[in-house]
């Protein structure tokens, strides 16, 4: 019951629904929390910085899936423009940082664990200094609209993502 909450969310009418598709799905058999998984188990696992990563890789339905999935499992809008705002100043950093530093030292640099630079560099390929100078001006007025500015912070955030996943080609 836990897990399913956690993938589904606390919403009653998706509860019943998500109750009502394994009922269906398996009459007269226990729900275990792997069937639960089966069903349910990527709506647990998104995250806002799982939307964040999607979105500056340019992968803009998957960024959108788990944008829904994580609004959907109560995470809260603040969360994912600070998520996106992390990314992109870790972006920033790695286009700005000088060239040949060993990669200890560029982690440092960019402020961010040697592990985190894998994915940083991908995404980062994608964007020009101009690029990601956009996106934080889109992430800083994303985050302003959900702060009180606007009043559908989940439009809000989709707009994000979109203007992310399009700013990654902008010269």
């Given at each position: 019951a836990e897990f399913l909450v956690q993938a589904?969310?606390?919403?009653?009418?998706?509860?019943?629904?998500?109750i009502r598709q394994l009922g269906t799905d398996f009459p007269g058999e226990p729900l275990t929390t792997d069937k639960v998984k089966r069903y349910?188990?990527?709506?647990?696992?998104?995250?806002?910085?799982?939307?964040a990563d999607h979105a500056f890789f340019g992968?803009?339905?998957?960024?959108?899936?788990?944008l829904r999935w994580a609004i959907d499992g109560g995470t809260s809008p603040v969360l994912i423009t600070s998520a996106f705002a992390s990314g992109a100043r870790g972006i920033a950093k790695l286009i700005?940082?000088?060239?040949?530093?060993?990669e200890g030292a560029l982690a440092g640099q960019v402020g961010v664990p040697p592990w985190k630079?894998?994915?940083?560099?991908?995404?980062a390929k994608g964007f020009t200094p101009r690029g990601i100078g956009l996106a934080l001006r889109a992430i800083a007025e994303a985050d302003a609209d959900i702060k009180g500015k606007a009043h559908d912070a989940p439009y809000t955030l989709e707009r994000l993502v979109l203007?992310?996943?399009?700013?990654?080609?902008?010269?």
């Open positions: 589904v969310g606390q919403d009653l009418r998706s509860l019943a629904a998500a349910f188990g990527g709506r647990a696992e998104a995250t806002s910085f799982a939307v992968r803009t339905a998957q960024a959108l899936e788990e700005a940082a000088p060239r040949g530093l060993s630079l894998k994915s940083l560099r991908p995404q203007t992310v996943t399009e700013l990654r080609e902008v010269r």
